[in-house]
């Protein structure tokens, strides 16, 4: 007997993420992860919950210490919190109660296209609107294209731009029957969030990561503000025990751990300046970016896409329309950057 398959699947292609060598002496700038470790409190509270005993224990299903500390600092009711397992599983849940077949997401166009891959998944179609330079700002068609939900990464990889909050609220003023998701993965590198424009609207839903400035990518946690009637529904369909009992106490650390991850964000921003004037300076052009990465352009970004390989250092190569002329860079430690630029040098005769 021959198993038959979801037909979507015939046409379904998979997101495909960076690249994770099982080679410890590759440089990775390629996947935008944190280069520093966590707090030393999230330590604490891995090993403080295996001294327990407890892993043979379900854990809490709905992340209740961690959903209360969330809505205590953000000002907003536990009731419109979700945790997932990733920002990622979140996104997919949105998509799972709002879209079916011949349904529409619409996007910006380079973004995060797991975007796409999603709306794939329920058999829904996605509308693309490109952006252009110089700015990178949202065209005027965003706001009026017809869709279920539009995805607005804020900041926006590949290239980080910025949109104001003020320019978000129009767009979610602009169709009150559109859900517009804000990801938020790289928000605390830009020092600003739409988590506020959640209370006054309920077609409005802010996702955020512990991947990125809390550096707990290996943990999967993330999780979405939203008014609770649509929370209510996404309760609905994520697994029983979506978060393990680990994350969970890890990731309540590092939210707790303030003034660590301030530190961390700071430096970061700080050597994404020195980058970005490096990489001017050799001639790339570099959109300005408000994440823990940068999008350099220069024609040959394939070839040093692959040299740079060669010398064990990964950046990303998308290998995709209006992107490659460019290799999206994530901000490493001070040193990663030297080494980076030393090697893009001596590629290029400088040394």
């Given at each position: 007997?021959?198993?038959?398959?979801?037909?979507?699947?015939d046409?379904?292609?998979?997101?495909?993420?960076?690249?994770?060598?099982?080679?410890?002496?590759?440089?990775?700038?390629?996947t935008?992860?944190?280069?520093y470790?966590?707090?030393?409190?999230?330590?604490?509270?891995?090993?403080?919950?295996?001294?327990?005993?407890?892993?043979?224990?379900?854990?809490d299903?709905?992340?209740?210490?961690?959903?209360?500390?969330?809505?205590?600092?953000?000002?907003?009711?536990?009731?419109?919190?979700?945790?997932?397992?990733?920002?990622?599983?979140?996104?997919?849940?949105?998509?799972?109660?709002?879209?079916?077949?011949?349904?529409?997401?619409?996007?910006?166009?380079?973004?995060?296209v797991?975007?796409?891959?999603?709306?794939?998944?329920?058999?829904?179609?996605?509308?693309?609107?490109?952006?252009?330079?110089?700015?990178?700002?949202?065209?005027e068609?965003?706001?009026?294209?017809?869709?279920?939900?539009?995805?607005?990464?804020?900041?926006?990889?590949?290239?980080?731009?910025?949109?104001?909050?003020?320019?978000?609220?129009?767009?979610?003023?602009?169709?009150?029957?559109r859900?517009?998701?804000?990801?938020?993965?790289?928000?605390?590198?830009?020092?600003?969030?739409?988590?506020?424009?959640?209370?006054?609207?309920?077609?409005?839903?802010?996702?955020?990561?512990?991947?990125?400035?809390?550096?707990?990518?290996?943990?999967?946690v993330?999780?979405?503000?939203?008014?609770?009637?649509?929370?209510?529904?996404?309760?609905?369909?994520?697994?029983?025990?979506?978060?393990?009992?680990?994350?969970?106490?890890?990731?309540?650390?590092?939210?707790?751990?303030?003034?660590?991850?301030a530190?961390?964000?700071?430096?970061i921003?700080?050597?994404?300046?020195?980058?970005?004037?490096e990489?001017?300076?050799?001639?790339?052009?570099?959109?300005?970016?408000?994440?823990?990465f940068?999008?350099?352009?220069?024609?040959?970004?394939?070839?040093?896409?692959?040299?740079?390989?060669?010398?064990?250092?990964?950046v990303?190569?998308?290998?995709?329309?209006?992107?490659?002329?460019?290799?999206?860079?994530?901000?490493?430690?001070?040193?990663?950057?030297?080494?980076?630029?030393?090697?893009?040098?001596?590629?290029?005769?400088?040394?």
């Amino acid at each position: 007997m021959t198993m038959r398959f979801n037909s979507i699947l015939d046409s379904l292609e998979a997101y495909v993420p960076g690249e994770q060598p099982r080679d410890s002496k590759y440089l990775k700038l390629n996947t935008n992860e944190c280069p520093y470790p966590p707090a030393p409190a999230v330590a604490e509270a891995i090993l403080r919950g295996l001294r327990e005993g407890t892993l043979n224990k379900y854990p809490d299903p709905i992340s209740l210490d961690l959903r209360s500390a969330i809505a205590e600092r953000l000002d907003v009711p536990i009731e419109s919190i979700l945790v997932g397992n990733g920002s990622d599983e979140v996104l997919r849940l949105i998509c799972h109660a709002l879209l079916w077949s011949g349904e529409t997401i619409a996007m910006l166009y380079p973004t995060y296209v797991l975007y796409r891959t999603l709306a794939a998944m329920f058999g829904a179609r996605c509308v693309e609107v490109d952006v252009s330079p110089p700015d990178y700002g949202i065209p005027e068609r965003a706001f009026s294209v017809k869709s279920q939900i539009f995805f607005l990464a804020n900041p926006n990889p590949p290239l980080g731009t910025l949109y104001p909050v003020e320019v978000i609220e129009e767009m979610v003023r602009a169709q009150p029957q559109r859900l517009v998701v804000v990801d938020e993965a790289y928000a605390d590198f830009a020092g600003s969030t739409a988590i506020s424009l959640v209370k006054r609207y309920p077609n409005l839903a802010v996702t955020r990561t512990f991947s990125k400035c809390y550096a707990l990518a290996g943990l999967r946690v993330g999780f979405v503000v939203a008014a609770p009637e649509l929370i209510s529904q996404l309760y609905k369909l994520k697994d029983s025990y979506n978060v393990n009992r680990i994350s969970q106490a890890a990731a309540l650390a590092a939210w707790m751990a303030r003034d660590y991850y301030a530190e961390i964000v700071r430096r970061i921003c700080e050597t994404r300046g020195r980058l970005v004037s490096e990489l001017r300076g050799r001639g790339f052009d570099v959109p300005t970016s408000s994440g823990n990465f940068v999008f350099a352009r220069r024609q040959d970004a394939a070839s040093l896409y692959r040299a740079l390989k060669e010398r064990k250092i990964l950046v990303r190569y998308f290998d995709a329309r209006l992107l490659q002329d460019g290799v999206r860079i994530t901000i490493g430690t001070d040193d990663e950057i030297s080494a980076l630029l030393q090697a893009i040098d001596e590629l290029d005769g400088r040394v």
